[in-house]
């Protein structure tokens, strides 16, 4: 028996979240645990880096698990990858020491958030992105998002996952980019709340909108007693591309 | 009444194709028909510019309907965009002569063909691709390219869509591009037979892998009665970008 880390990929449309619930609910969890026990699997749980909502979509989660495999990791993740439905697969598959967590020994977490302009829908880009229009100001929310970047309370873009736990989280490096028809929003922290990048995002987005709010968002990152009302960006334009360990 | 002109996108994933057929199949011809009947459309049937197959999308696929709408093009647009699934969605709309007919006042068809070199699945990727590997020569397929522009008879690789129509197609431009992890083919003929452009694509990507086989690719172009045996690239990979009036 081993402790195996693999790195999966999935597209989240189709599944109710990460964390595994009711049998009658599609899951990652579910899923990739019924991969694992087509190749013999027979522990109780595997452990992953993040548990992403319903319809967030990962290049890079980090999942582990306690396995006899007799042969190598390769051949571990092409097992594992002729187990899963289409929309999972496993990117890469290595031994980690017992003591590893994919959470817990996590040191960072990298998130994109794709923003796509157009004013009509688009079934080929929507999957992956968040539709808006009209076109928000790049330069004040490249100017705003200066200022998330640190160690703060966000306690008004979340709550902790766990109960009591506190919402200071450290923010290495944020930026919005550019594309030729939208842009996209790039953030790693060494965690995150409950959904903060998908309120951070959607309140960054209507001070692009509206510059003169640029202040009430400062004092949303200065005061965490306060609280992020407005909408929450939607779940397709988000992906946990990496953890760092 | 007035006749309608509409450009309509699609993601093909979850479709039968674009044709209406029993009642239980969902495709493009019978949901466009549906948001089309909940806006007060009573004809019988669209028309369309080309009759995609299961699975493949349409960034321009061109219908035309005749209908009795009191109000602008872009109120149409929108009253349709309203009452069509997600995964189809109208571009454009305008007016059209009543002799207008997508399929024959057609004068060519755009497709792009994508394809991702990935040795593992990308299930983030797939969906609008073609997922191969090893890596085919990018030289080699260029040059076999150039035979295929012109007019040529492609009975080897497809088969007309009318039953006793001929097998000459024109073709406009047709080149691959490169991109940072896998390569496009985009063609622009005046028609294609039945699965010609996938068939095109696996022809090409063979001989990109044994480029001993270029002069075997050379015959199927020259002689007609020979037939390209095998495979057919999936339907993940083609787009109809656009038709040309």
Known sequence: ??????????????????????????????????????IGWKEESIKAAGRTDAGVHARGQVVSYVLDWRSQEINLTKALNANLPADIAVR???????????????????????ILFAKNRDPLRERYSWRIWPIPSFETMTEITDWIIGRH??????????????????????RWIQ????????????????????????????????????????????????RWEGR??????????MVTY
Chains 1, 2 share one sequence.
């Not at 290595?94 to 794709?114: D, I, L, V």
Request: glycine share 8%; proline share 3%; with cysteine.
């Open 1 to 38: 028996m081993e402790t195996y880390k693999s790195i999966i990929a999935y597209d989240g449309t189709d599944f109710k979240g990460f964390q595994r619930q009711a049998e009658v609910l599609r899951t990652i969890q579910g899923e990739f645990e019924g991969g694992l026990k087509r």
């Open 92 to 114: 890469d598959t290595e031994k980690a020491p017992a003591h590893f967590h994919p959470r817990y020994s996590a040191r960072s977490r990298f998130y994109r958030y794709a």
């Open 153 to 174: 309370d966000f306690g008004a873009f979340g709550n902790a996952l766990a109960e009591g736990g506190h919402t200071v989280r450290e923010v290495y490096r944020a």
């Open 179 to 226: 594309t030729m028809d939208g842009m996209i929003f790039e953030i790693e922290a060494n965690a995150f709340l409950y959904r903060m990048v998908r309120r951070l995002v959607a309140a960054m987005l209507e001070v692009g909108r509206q510059p003169d709010r640029k202040e009430e968002f400062r004092e949303l990152i200065r005061d965490s007693s306060r």
């Open 232 to 241: 929450i960006a939607p779940a397709s334009g988000l992906c946990l591309e």
